[in-house]
Protein backbone atom coordinates (compact mmCIF):
# COMPACT_ATOMS: atom_id res chain seq x y z
CA UNK A 1 0.00 0.00 0.00
CA UNK A 2 2.67 2.08 0.67
CA UNK A 3 4.30 1.63 -2.12
CA UNK A 4 1.39 2.51 -4.36
CA UNK A 5 0.89 5.71 -2.22
CA UNK A 6 4.36 6.69 -3.33
CA UNK A 7 4.07 5.76 -6.73
CA UNK A 8 0.96 8.04 -7.14
CA UNK A 9 2.82 10.84 -5.79
CA UNK A 10 5.90 10.53 -7.71
CA UNK A 11 3.60 10.53 -10.67
CA UNK A 12 2.06 13.68 -9.63
CA UNK A 13 4.86 15.61 -8.86
CA UNK A 14 6.62 14.17 -12.55
CA UNK A 15 3.49 15.22 -14.31
CA UNK A 16 3.76 17.71 -16.84
CA UNK A 17 0.94 20.47 -17.63
CA UNK A 18 -0.54 20.65 -21.56
CA UNK A 19 1.18 22.81 -23.64
CA UNK A 20 -0.66 25.51 -25.20
CA UNK A 21 1.09 27.38 -27.92
CA UNK A 22 -1.58 27.16 -30.90
CA UNK A 23 -3.18 30.23 -29.72
CA UNK A 24 -1.39 33.82 -30.48
CA UNK A 25 0.25 35.19 -27.48
CA UNK A 26 -1.53 38.38 -25.88
CA UNK A 27 0.25 40.98 -25.50
CA UNK A 28 1.91 41.92 -22.06
CA UNK A 29 0.45 44.40 -19.76
CA UNK A 30 1.36 48.09 -20.60
CA UNK A 31 3.84 48.26 -17.66
CA UNK A 32 5.66 45.12 -18.81
CA UNK A 33 5.97 46.56 -21.88
CA UNK A 34 7.27 49.59 -20.45
CA UNK A 35 10.01 47.29 -17.91
CA UNK A 36 11.11 45.54 -21.27
CA UNK A 37 10.03 42.48 -20.08
CA UNK A 38 8.23 39.53 -22.42
CA UNK A 39 6.35 36.81 -22.39
CA UNK A 40 8.65 34.13 -22.62
CA UNK A 41 6.62 32.06 -24.92
CA UNK A 42 7.58 34.67 -27.62
CA UNK A 43 11.35 33.44 -27.50
CA UNK A 44 10.72 29.35 -26.13
CA UNK A 45 7.17 28.92 -28.10
CA UNK A 46 7.18 25.41 -26.58
CA UNK A 47 8.16 26.17 -23.61
CA UNK A 48 5.86 23.95 -20.74
CA UNK A 49 4.90 26.96 -18.21
CA UNK A 50 4.26 25.45 -14.89
CA UNK A 51 4.46 28.39 -12.62
CA UNK A 52 4.47 26.42 -9.32
CA UNK A 53 3.68 30.25 -7.10
CA UNK A 54 0.26 30.21 -9.06
CA UNK A 55 -0.88 26.84 -7.61
CA UNK A 56 -0.39 25.47 -3.97
CA UNK A 57 2.15 23.44 -4.63
CA UNK A 58 5.21 25.39 -3.30
CA UNK A 59 6.95 25.68 -0.07
CA UNK A 60 4.82 28.17 1.13
CA UNK A 61 1.31 25.77 -0.01
CA UNK A 62 -1.01 28.91 -0.61
CA UNK A 63 -0.75 30.45 -4.00
CA UNK A 64 1.33 33.39 -4.25
CA UNK A 65 0.48 35.03 -8.22
CA UNK A 66 -2.91 35.40 -9.74
CA UNK A 67 -3.75 31.66 -11.69
CA UNK A 68 -3.30 34.01 -14.89
CA UNK A 69 -0.11 34.49 -13.84
CA UNK A 70 2.42 34.46 -16.89
CA UNK A 71 6.57 33.94 -17.45
CA UNK A 72 7.63 37.30 -17.77
CA UNK A 73 11.64 37.91 -18.07
CA UNK A 74 13.50 40.89 -19.17
CA UNK A 75 14.17 40.69 -23.10
CA UNK A 76 17.66 40.64 -22.75
CA UNK A 77 17.22 36.96 -21.72
CA UNK A 78 15.38 36.71 -24.91
CA UNK A 79 18.44 35.25 -27.25
CA UNK A 80 20.05 33.10 -24.30
CA UNK A 81 17.10 31.65 -23.74
CA UNK A 82 16.33 31.14 -27.19
CA UNK A 83 19.29 29.42 -27.43
CA UNK A 84 19.41 27.27 -24.71
CA UNK A 85 15.83 25.88 -26.22
CA UNK A 86 16.91 25.38 -29.30
CA UNK A 87 20.46 23.16 -27.97
CA UNK A 88 17.81 21.24 -26.16
CA UNK A 89 14.97 20.92 -28.77
CA UNK A 90 17.74 19.46 -31.04
CA UNK A 91 18.25 16.41 -28.14
CA UNK A 92 14.62 16.29 -27.38
CA UNK A 93 14.34 18.03 -24.74
CA UNK A 94 11.63 21.43 -23.67
CA UNK A 95 12.51 23.60 -21.49
CA UNK A 96 9.86 23.99 -18.23
CA UNK A 97 9.73 26.60 -16.43
CA UNK A 98 8.79 27.07 -12.38
CA UNK A 99 9.32 31.30 -11.81
CA UNK A 100 10.35 33.73 -14.11
CA UNK A 101 9.56 37.79 -12.50
CA UNK A 102 8.55 37.93 -9.13
CA UNK A 103 6.77 40.63 -7.92
CA UNK A 104 8.52 42.30 -5.12
CA UNK A 105 5.48 41.49 -2.72
CA UNK A 106 5.75 38.05 -3.13
CA UNK A 107 9.55 37.88 -2.41
CA UNK A 108 8.56 39.66 1.11
CA UNK A 109 5.83 37.21 1.35
CA UNK A 110 8.35 33.78 0.66
CA UNK A 111 11.30 35.30 2.83
CA UNK A 112 8.62 35.77 5.83
CA UNK A 113 7.60 31.92 5.14
CA UNK A 114 11.48 31.43 5.20
CA UNK A 115 13.69 33.58 6.56
CA UNK A 116 17.17 31.90 5.66
CA UNK A 117 18.98 33.73 2.50
CA UNK A 118 20.32 30.88 2.11
CA UNK A 119 17.49 29.49 0.31
CA UNK A 120 15.04 32.41 -0.34
CA UNK A 121 17.02 35.89 -1.18
CA UNK A 122 16.49 38.81 1.27
CA UNK A 123 13.93 41.51 -0.58
CA UNK A 124 15.46 44.80 0.12
CA UNK A 125 15.52 48.34 -1.51
CA UNK A 126 16.19 47.29 -4.63
CA UNK A 127 15.52 44.38 -7.23
CA UNK A 128 17.69 41.76 -8.48
CA UNK A 129 16.92 38.02 -10.04
CA UNK A 130 14.02 37.56 -9.97
CA UNK A 131 12.15 40.85 -8.78
CA UNK A 132 14.86 42.22 -12.16
CA UNK A 133 13.15 39.46 -13.93
CA UNK A 134 16.81 38.49 -15.18
CA UNK A 135 16.64 35.19 -13.64
CA UNK A 136 14.56 31.72 -13.95
CA UNK A 137 13.92 28.49 -12.39
CA UNK A 138 13.64 25.72 -14.72
CA UNK A 139 13.80 22.14 -15.68
CA UNK A 140 13.64 19.89 -18.24
CA UNK A 141 10.90 18.02 -19.74
CA UNK A 142 11.29 14.78 -22.72
CA UNK A 143 8.23 12.45 -23.91
CA UNK A 144 5.65 14.21 -21.92
CA UNK A 145 7.48 13.54 -18.49
CA UNK A 146 9.58 15.50 -15.93
CA UNK A 147 13.78 14.60 -16.56
CA UNK A 148 14.67 13.13 -13.14
CA UNK A 149 17.32 15.94 -11.39
CA UNK A 150 16.57 14.05 -8.28
CA UNK A 151 15.08 16.94 -6.31
CA UNK A 152 11.81 18.33 -6.56
CA UNK A 153 11.86 22.28 -7.10
CA UNK A 154 12.49 24.21 -3.78
CA UNK A 155 13.65 21.50 -2.05
CA UNK A 156 15.55 22.72 0.76
CA UNK A 157 17.89 20.31 1.27
CA UNK A 158 21.99 20.01 0.45
CA UNK A 159 20.77 17.89 -2.31
CA UNK A 160 19.60 20.69 -4.21
CA UNK A 161 22.49 22.50 -4.39
CA UNK A 162 23.59 22.62 -8.37
CA UNK A 163 26.96 20.55 -8.43
CA UNK A 164 25.87 17.78 -4.94
CA UNK A 165 26.90 14.02 -5.38
CA UNK A 166 25.68 12.67 -1.96
CA UNK A 167 22.25 11.14 -2.58
CA UNK A 168 22.27 12.61 -6.50
CA UNK A 169 22.81 9.61 -8.99
CA UNK A 170 25.37 9.65 -11.65
CA UNK A 171 22.15 10.06 -13.88
CA UNK A 172 20.40 12.89 -12.32
CA UNK A 173 24.39 14.49 -11.89
CA UNK A 174 24.32 13.92 -15.69
CA UNK A 175 20.86 15.61 -16.25
CA UNK A 176 21.66 18.45 -14.34
CA UNK A 177 24.75 19.11 -16.35
CA UNK A 178 22.69 18.53 -19.74
CA UNK A 179 20.61 21.94 -18.31
CA UNK A 180 23.34 24.09 -17.19
CA UNK A 181 25.44 23.53 -20.42
CA UNK A 182 22.47 24.44 -22.62
CA UNK A 183 21.77 27.61 -20.38
CA UNK A 184 25.54 28.45 -20.81
CA UNK A 185 25.37 28.31 -24.24
CA UNK A 186 22.88 30.99 -23.65
CA UNK A 187 24.93 33.19 -21.34
CA UNK A 188 22.38 31.98 -18.60
CA UNK A 189 24.92 30.63 -15.31
CA UNK A 190 23.15 28.84 -12.82
CA UNK A 191 22.86 29.31 -8.89
CA UNK A 192 25.42 26.77 -7.08
CA UNK A 193 22.71 26.60 -4.02
CA UNK A 194 20.04 25.60 -6.40
CA UNK A 195 19.95 23.19 -9.76
CA UNK A 196 16.70 24.85 -11.08
CA UNK A 197 18.15 28.28 -10.87
CA UNK A 198 19.43 30.51 -13.73
CA UNK A 199 20.89 33.76 -13.87
CA UNK A 200 20.69 36.10 -17.19
CA UNK A 201 23.13 39.05 -17.62
CA UNK A 202 23.27 41.51 -15.36
CA UNK A 203 21.28 39.40 -12.45
CA UNK A 204 23.31 40.73 -9.95
CA UNK A 205 23.17 44.21 -10.16
CA UNK A 206 20.76 46.03 -8.17
CA UNK A 207 17.88 48.47 -10.10
CA UNK A 208 14.71 49.92 -9.39
CA UNK A 209 11.76 47.59 -7.56
CA UNK A 210 9.56 47.17 -10.95
CA UNK A 211 6.00 47.82 -10.23
CA UNK A 212 4.74 45.19 -12.90
CA UNK A 213 1.80 42.70 -12.49
CA UNK A 214 2.93 39.20 -13.05
CA UNK A 215 0.09 38.21 -15.07
ZN1 LIG B 1 15.23 31.10 -8.70
Redesign the pocket.
Known sequence: MRRIVAAVVLAAQFACPPVVNAAPLPPVSPQARAAGLIDVRSVVPDAVIDLRYATTNNFVGLPLYPPDARCLVHESLGPGLAAAAAQLRAQGYTLVF??CY?PHEVQVRMFNAVPDPAWV?KPGDYAR??EAAR???VTLAAGGHLVDMGTDFDDFSPRATAYATEGVSAQQQANRALLRNAMAAGGLAV?SG?W???DGPGAGTPRPILDVPVN
Open positions: WDRASHSVDYEWHF
